[in-house]
């Protein structure tokens, strides 16, 4: 059970929230990208053992989207930041090993 | 079936004392049962192999078995970080069927559930295979053409299916509530005879029994680390147990695919989430087979303990924690007392997770990686066990020929590079 910090709203309980996957993937170059390219930006998956950066919206809240780092073993939050903005460093927050 | 003592089997490499049968109990019971010896042995992990499976769970024993029956290749070591059998061959609800939609799907399937049929018998072992239905209900029009088109689909691929309008579903299965009266009533279901459940710890000890009669060296708490590959080829493993040399690595891990395929630098399609079930406390018997609902999202069946075992879909969130939420468990259990309101009074005894490695299109990933010499046999999702001996004959063809059986052949990794996806998603009856 998830207690999630809406950098808007404040801590929610998970289910006001629906969960939007590994964050910060960047769409393939339309004009370069080869199949291999698009196969790995529309499914291939980092799936890591640890911290893993991913997007969630707060849907039955201000259904605005933000990225959490989140431990996948422990699932422990370690940090929140908007959209647009670049992953903190792990290391700063005592990453879970 | 093999009744003789000693071994009369065709395929057995039992010798007379492992072998099981009534004269082989009364012989031991005579000896005051002091003389039973353990299903495998304890292994040592070897310097070397041939070949070298990652994950002891059902589809890795499996995978080791027919290695050595079909291929003669008992050069094999199954290596996992825990005991066998203990992820998710022992955390599912033991539900089998073939009722796929796609041809693909549906063939694979009908493998393994004709395997699943003479398994006990092959194995000596008693895996209780109970072939009591599988019931896929109905509850809107757009539930009933997806089973029509599915029963369909089926009876082309000569796989057994019925359609069941209400009254039917009625006389089938008594304890459903086939009123008008629930939120979603249920209208027709989709029926697979020959589905049903098997014991799932007896999977794994009879494939492992099976598996170390014929040679395979079976290693538990044995964790890989790294996957050594030397000049573009697998070399070996590195693990808590000391270094191991393989021509051949097979991962066959579920929930930890991901990363072990990282080892050796390959990126997979897959996400691993935590899949729940739940059992209530024992009940005389009430539910004769298995019922699964899509819409109100549950699947449940009685164990020959009583309990009901139930399941459903998996928590959106990646995780490799072997535990979920309890909204999730919360819905699967207003969706049971939806479709069996005679159940609202039972209590729940334990819950628990197992971690499902969940690809793009709900279908599994079997054959090469790109590093010579490294295989997949994973992205079962939530509906591995059923595959079990199916999975573990075709991945040790695949392994055994260095190309993949023709059943396994659309299931590879190179379908995520040319869009054949084999789309299982909402199409098979599956309860995601």
């Excluded at chain 1, 996957?21 to 499914?43: Q, T, V």
């Excluded at chain 1, 890591?48 to 605005?64: D, I, K, L, N, T």
């Excluded at chain 2, 003669?72 to 599912?92: E, Q, S, Y």
């Excluded at chain 2, 995780?319 to 999730?328: E, L, M, N």
Aim: proline letters at 6%; a neutral charge; one cysteine or more.
């Amino acid at each position: 059970m998830l207690l999630i910090p809406c950098p808007w709203c404040g801590e929610r309980d998970e289910v006001e929230f629906r969960y939007g996957g590994e964050a910060h993937i960047s769409r393939a170059d339309p004009e370069a990208a080869d199949a291999a390219a698009w196969a790995d930006y529309l499914y291939m998956c980092n799936n890591p053992r640890g911290v893993v950066a991913e997007r969630w919206v707060h849907s039955a809240g201000c259904r605005r989207w933000f990225n959490l780092l989140r431990d996948t073993v422990s699932h422990r939050i370690l940090a929140v930041y908007k959209i647009g903005e670049k992953p903190p460093r792990t290391a700063d927050f005592g990453g879970d090993p | 079936m093999n009744r003789g003592f000693p071994a009369a089997g065709n395929s057995s490499t039992l010798s007379p004392v492992q072998h099981y049968s009534f004269p082989a109990l009364v012989h031991r019971a005579l000896g005051r049962h002091r003389s039973w010896t353990p299903l495998w042995r304890k292994a040592a992990p070897r310097p070397r192999y041939r070949v070298v499976i990652i994950g002891g769970g059902g589809h890795g024993l499996a995978t080791a078995y027919y290695l050595a029956k079909e291929h003669g290749i008992a050069d094999v070591a199954v290596l996992d970080k825990g005991p066998i059998g203990l992820g998710n061959t022992g955390r599912n609800t033991t539900i089998i069927r073939s009722n796929y939609l796609w041809d693909e799907s549906a063939r694979l399937y009908e493998h393994s559930l004709k395997l699943w049929e003479g398994l006990s018998a092959e194995l000596n072992f008693n895996l209780m295979l109970s072939q009591r239905g599988v019931l896929n209900l109905a509850h809107t029009e757009a539930d009933i053409r997806e089973g029509r088109r599915r029963v369909f689909a089926n009876r082309q691929n000569g796989i057994d299916a019925e359609w069941l309008d209400p009254a039917a579903v009625k006389r089938f299965c008594p304890v459903l509530d086939t009123s008008a009266a629930p939120r979603y009533p249920i209208l027709g279901a989709t029926l697979q005879r020959r589905g049903g459940v098997a014991r799932h710890d007896a999977v794994a000890w009879g494939f492992a029994r099976a598996a170390d009669a014929r040679g395979v060296d079976i290693i538990e708490n044995c964790e890989v680390r790294a996957i050594r590959i030397v000049r573009g080829r697998v070399a070996g493993v590195d693990t808590s147990r000391g270094a191991i040399d393989a021509d051949t690595v097979a991962i066959c891990a579920a929930g930890h695919n991901s990363v072990l395929a990282a080892m050796a630098g390959v990126r997979l399609p897959l996400s691993s989430h935590p899949l729940q079930a739940l059992v209530s406390e024992p009940l005389k018997p009430v539910l004769d087979c298995v019922v699964m609902s899509n819409t109100v999202h549950v699947y449940l069946s009685q164990s020959d303990k009583g309990e009901l075992v139930m399941g459903a879909g998996i928590d959106a969130f990646n995780s490799y924690a072997q535990r979920g939420s309890f909204p999730v468990i919360e819905a699967q259990m207003s969706a049971a007392l939806e479709l069996f309101p005679v159940f609202s009074r039972v209590r729940m005894m334990r819950s628990w997770a197992g971690i499902v490695d969940v690809s793009p299109d709900a279908s599994p990933i079997i054959g090469r990686l790109p590093v010579e010499g490294l295989y997949l046999n994973g992205g079962w999702g939530t509906g591995g066990f059923k595959a079990t001996p199916g999975a573990g004959h075709v991945f040790a063809h695949t392994i055994a020929h260095d190309a993949p059986h023709p059943l396994a052949a659309p299931f590879g990794l190179d379908r995520f590079t040319t869009g054949a996806l084999v789309d299982e998603h909402g199409a098979a009856a599956v309860a995601h």
